[in-house]
């Protein structure tokens, strides 16, 4: 008998009939003798109709009382998802954030997980039910209800995974795997069979949105086997795990992120700890740098740019804009037009040759590179947003289509 | 300073208007230089909407999930109402049922409140915040969402102020006091300065849906004062305590409750011990004995009939069948198409005519009585459904109108 943690997404409980369609899913899962923890965020749209209606009372609400308003979407899918398994004469209970154990740390709308005590979870199992968790929340050491931000209930899925030791955490999505670019957009993007943490790090962060980025790291620190599937296919998906068994392919995904601007701080005296200064001073407002490319020093000053994700970019000027005088910058622009293109593989350790590749697969369209960043099994580079598609084309014809 | 709780209604905080109405309520309380514990319903439709859905996916859902399900509507109306505050500039917090201290018995859609621990209301208070409290729910021994049944956020509000030894507690509502009689349907009714628990628990139990008869029991256990007013006029309205000052009225309403239907057992061995078998045996389903009346035995046999709610007259003739043989009965009856009229005054007690004239009065328009039960404080008779307006007219224009 396995542990099996399954998560569902919006739209996958998003009526009655996706509902039913989840419930045969886990009904499935515990009739071959499984134990079953089913992870369910809130249904389709009510999200963003519980936020229309904040809005509506007070466009300025506290994190606070909107994390009290949204974690009752989940309460409502897990309610009616367990419901829907009861009607199939199913043993099962729902529970919410605070019932399941899920303890955060207190940054309303962006919490954390601290950690998962998963004794009513447990005793739950014992009794053979099937246990439907709400996703995307916790409470904090004030007893107040937090979410989790983006990905939050893949977070929750995982972080139950590692505190019970599951066998296996599937996340069930609307994609049936991790493709070696948007499928939707590439039409020769292949499916992978399967991706190391890493690589899946590497593509979660740069914006192909399959698997948030918290949760895959959360699945790496506690070696749980993550699968990424569809909930209307019913085939295998993608697994990611400790070793990719694709050691063949160079790399394993192109992927695109639009959700990022650039700012640039000019003509900053050249002197050491500057940069520690300003980024410590972002990291203080939790805004989160990524790229970062400091000029070469000329008489005297510098210049530092780096990108920022799109909805931070209004805080993080106006942050750097109190500081500027302080730090002797003569100015600050910035530029959302822009796109981040990467590519990811753990088979680029061993092959010096890729960025140059994918700089001449970039150079064949034309496409003028802003910025350069590498890591060890990744390269992103920063452009013109109107050269992102074409950008992705050639670099994943270059590389998977070219055989 | 005096603490001051406020009951707002799902009508009360149905759209963003109405929820600014409440707030404006609220904050003028609070700027009095109040401790202000404002206790929500469900907004308007919600609680059908949520409903609906759960019948839409399992027509027989356990309770305990449709309390899960359901106790995410005042979740709601409590974010949305704090929002709401906090946008007119005043420090306030939302406290789900299990924050605020609610614990309950077990019983899913009907649970009691056992106690309300109110030490983080009163945290919150001495932070000189607004409290907004979820009504309807608590939390039971198992750590379940609980909700209390009907009319459940009236015993809420007065749990809290018998809790916290409030100064008053209002309840606001879509009528601005209580009336003697339906003031929709009898044009004379006469809205009343203060009325005793005793005769509002009266009138509450007797269908005048104005205050649930929980709320009003528990106000007079601890003694708590209660205000029953609209939330629209800003009027002062109805004070429910220990004594009536309207002593010159012989009675003070007259009610009229349509969710009643009639049971009748034929033909019963007559001796002891019988009466007591069947009630008790109904109680132990939770299936609440009205009016009973028991006819003189006559060849060894006699009738026992009674009166329950519309809603437990399937499950009270069930288990009545069951053990029909066992009891020797010969036959059961039952009769929905039935109303009970009913008059409350705590003056009645020294006035003997008052049934008289009562009985007059519905002679006067030919009702016929089928039933009928006093207290020290009450006169109930049933009668046809037909009959209740005329009835309502008739004793009305008798004890009021015709001075």
Not at 123 to 131: A, G, N, P, S
Not at 218 to 230: D, P, Q, R
Request: net charge negative; proline share 2%; hydrophobic share 40%.
């Amino acid at each position: 008998m396995s542990l099996i943690v399954q998560k569902f997404g919006g739209t996958s409980v998003r009526d009655a009939e996706r509902l039913r369609n989840v419930a045969e899913i886990v009904t499935d899962t515990y009739q071959q003798g499984n134990d079953v923890v089913v992870v369910v965020s809130a249904q389709g749209d009510t999200t963003d109709d519980l936020i229309a209606k904040a809005e509506e009372v007070n466009p300025r609400a506290s994190k606070r009382e909107m994390d009290m308003l949204l974690s009752s979407g989940e309460q409502i899918s897990a309610a009616l998802l367990a419901m829907t398994i009861e009607g199939m004469g199913f043993p099962v209970v729902s529970l919410l954030g605070w019932q399941a154990g899920f303890d955060t740390t207190t940054d309303y709308s962006n919490a954390r997980i601290k950690k998962v005590n998963p004794a009513r979870i447990r005793q739950e199992l014992d009794k053979r039910r099937i246990v439907v968790v709400t996703g995307f929340q916790g409470v904090n050491r004030f007893g107040d209800m937090t979410t989790l931000g983006r990905g939050g209930s893949d977070t929750s899925a995982v972080a139950i995974a590692a505190s019970m030791h599951a066998d296996l955490c599937q996340i069930f999505t609307d994609v049936d795997g991790v493709y070696t670019a948007d499928p939707r957009k590439i039409p020769g993007a292949i499916k992978l069979e399967t991706i190391s943490y890493d690589e899946m790090l590497e593509l979660a962060t740069l914006g192909a949105q399959v698997l948030h980025n918290r949760s895959v790291e959360m699945a790496k620190k506690y070696n749980i086997e993550l699968e990424v599937l569809s909930s209307l296919t019913r085939r295998r998906g993608t697994i990611v795990k400790e070793e990719s068994k694709v050691e063949k392919m160079l790399i394993s995904g192109v992927a695109k992120d639009d959700n990022i601007a650039r700012i640039s701080i000019i003509g900053v005296p050249d002197k050491p700890g500057l940069a520690f200064k300003i980024f410590s001073k972002l990291a203080s407002k939790r805004i989160n740098v990524d790229i970062i490319l400091q000029s070469i020093g000329r008489n005297g000053t510098k210049d530092i740019s780096f990108t920022v994700e799109k909805s931070k970019l209004e805080d993080a000027i106006a942050l750097l804009q109190e500081n500027a005088e302080k730090w002797g910058a003569s100015n600050i622009v910035s530029d959302d037009n822009v796109t981040k293109v990467s590519i990811v593989g753990a088979g680029m350790e061993s092959h010096p040759g890729v960025a140059a590749e994918m700089f001449e697969a970039l150079f064949s369209r034309s496409v003028n590179i802003q910025m350069i960043s590498t890591s060890e099994i990744k390269i992103s580079v920063l452009l013109n947003k109107a050269d992102g598609e074409r950008a992705v084309e050639a670099i994943h014809e270059k590389f998977f289509e070219t055989a």
